[in-house]
């Protein structure tokens, strides 16, 4: 019976003693418990770099397009300067209608692109003189709206615009040797 007795402090987890104590609890922060909380601690920060990554990534819409680069190329007269440009194409969206027109952009992404592409085939240098470019942007947004079946684009942006100028012919000025003497009697 005394070994009974003996026994059961050993199997109870309370501590009867202050030394007992401290045993106990040096087991409890023991190499488990560390690792438990090393395991929560590493698990709390992957969860917190995952959803603020998943935050900082997502901006909201911003009501602009891009449609894509295009180049013109003018196979016109050379009475204009402009031979040839380039530039990226992006497109405002009304307000309201917003989420509607930027889903008919992505549907019918390929066939505004061929609008966009056959106006500037239509195009002449001298839409690309005025550096607004406002005939040229009202053109294209009345093709995109066309294209869309409802009026989405309230504004045309052109970016990147890099324009070649042709080569301006020398002009030859008249001087005095090339011009026949009739001063003689």
Same mark, same amino acid.
């Given at each position: 019976?005394?070994?009974?007795?003996?026994?059961?402090?050993?199997?109870?987890?309370?501590?009867?003693?202050?030394?007992?104590?401290?045993?106990?609890?040096?087991?409890?922060?023991?190499?488990?418990?560390?690792?438990?909380?090393?395991?929560?601690?590493?698990?709390? #920060?992957?969860?917190?770099?995952?959803?603020?990554?998943?935050?900082?990534?997502?901006?909201?819409?911003?009501?602009?397009?891009?449609?894509?680069?295009?180049?013109?190329?003018?196979?016109?007269?050379?009475?204009?300067?402009?031979?040839?440009?380039?530039?990226?194409? #992006?497109?405002?969206?009304?307000?309201?209608?917003?989420?509607?027109?930027?889903?008919?952009?992505?549907?019918?992404?390929?066939?505004?692109?061929?609008?966009?592409?056959?106006?500037?085939?239509?195009?002449?240098?001298?839409?690309?003189?005025?550096?607004?470019?406002?005939?040229?942007?009202?053109?294209?947004?009345?093709?995109?709206?066309?294209?869309?079946?409802?009026?989405?684009?309230?504004?045309?942006?052109?970016?990147?615009?890099?324009?070649?100028?042709?080569?301006?012919?020398?002009?030859?000025?008249?001087?005095?040797?090339?011009?026949?003497?009739?001063?003689?009697?």
């Amino acid at each position: 019976m005394a070994d009974d007795e003996e026994k059961q402090p050993e199997e109870n987890a309370e501590p009867s003693t202050p030394g007992a104590a401290r045993k106990w609890l040096a087991r409890l922060t023991g190499r488990l418990s560390l690792g438990v909380l090393l395991g929560i601690s590493i698990g709390l #920060h992957v969860l917190g770099v995952w959803y603020f990554r998943d935050q900082s990534t997502e901006a909201p819409p911003s009501g602009e397009v891009t449609i894509g680069k295009f180049e013109f190329h003018d196979r016109g007269s050379p009475a204009t300067a402009i031979a040839a440009a380039s530039f990226r194409l #992006h497109v405002g969206l009304l307000e309201a209608i917003e989420d509607r027109g930027r889903t008919a952009i992505d549907q019918r992404r390929f066939r505004v692109q061929e609008s966009v592409e056959q106006l500037l085939r239509e195009a002449h240098g001298a839409d690309f003189e005025d550096a607004g470019l406002p005939e040229l942007k009202r053109a294209l947004q009345e093709r995109i709206n066309r294209v869309l079946g409802f009026r989405a684009v309230e504004d045309v942006i052109v970016t990147d615009l890099a324009i070649e100028r042709r080569e301006q012919p020398a002009i030859e000025t008249a001087t005095s040797e090339s011009t026949p003497d009739n001063s003689s009697s």
